[in-house]
């Protein structure tokens, strides 16, 4: 004998509606600029994984810097060329999250005490330019990664921000696949 399951009860969604009550309390407590009741009690994680984020990117501007000016060879002036575009599209990358990070209602961390430390990238001395790209490309990947973690974490939490990341995502990846085409030749 066939048994069909029993039908289940149809589930019913929430009624699709703005909350009034959050949007009458954004009328209060202005000095907080774009930090409205929405922003969720998570503002002040996502401002330090922004800050960390700071890090990594001001770590990549110095690690690109040091290796444009320390290339050599016969391939080097185009590969330090691209060094520093790299250098100025992380520089980018900082000045956009640090700005963020005050949108927020947090503070930058531009400590260089702990920037290392903060950084999710490592910084290279390297004076071998197939070791500056593949230092270079394995910071790209780190930073690729990280970004995707931070971009899902943050989901809807805070959509600004997960824009701004996905801003930043999309040139370290186009960077990591250049530095692998670099590394490859």
Not at 13 to 35: S, T
Not at 54 to 76: D, K, P, Q
Not at 144 to 151: C, D, F, G
């Amino acid at each position: 004998m066939n048994q069909r399951p029993e039908s289940s009860k149809p589930q019913t969604e929430p009624p699709m509606e703005l909350d009034q009550e959050a949007i009458d309390r954004a009328r209060n407590d202005i000095q907080d600029g774009a930090v409205t009741p929405s922003a969720g009690p998570w503002v002040q994680k996502i401002i330090g994984f922004l800050n960390d984020s700071l890090a990594t990117e001001l770590v990549c501007v110095m690690r690109y810097r040091r290796h444009y000016f320390t290339a050599s060879g016969l391939s080097s002036p185009a590969i330090a060329d691209e060094f520093l575009e790299h250098a100025n599209a992380e520089l980018s990358h900082a000045d956009r999250i640090a700005a963020r990070i005050v949108q927020l209602g947090g503070e930058p961390d531009f400590r260089p005490s702990g920037l290392e430390k903060r950084s999710h990238a490592e910084y290279d001395e390297s004076t071998d330019i197939r070791a500056m790209l593949r230092a270079n490309l394995v910071a790209e990947r780190v930073a690729v990664e990280t970004y995707r973690q931070l971009i899902r974490l943050i989901g809807d939490k805070d959509p600004t921000t997960r824009r701004l990341l996905e801003d930043v995502l999309a040139d370290e990846e186009e960077h990591a696949d250049e530095l692998k085409d670099m590394l490859s030749r």
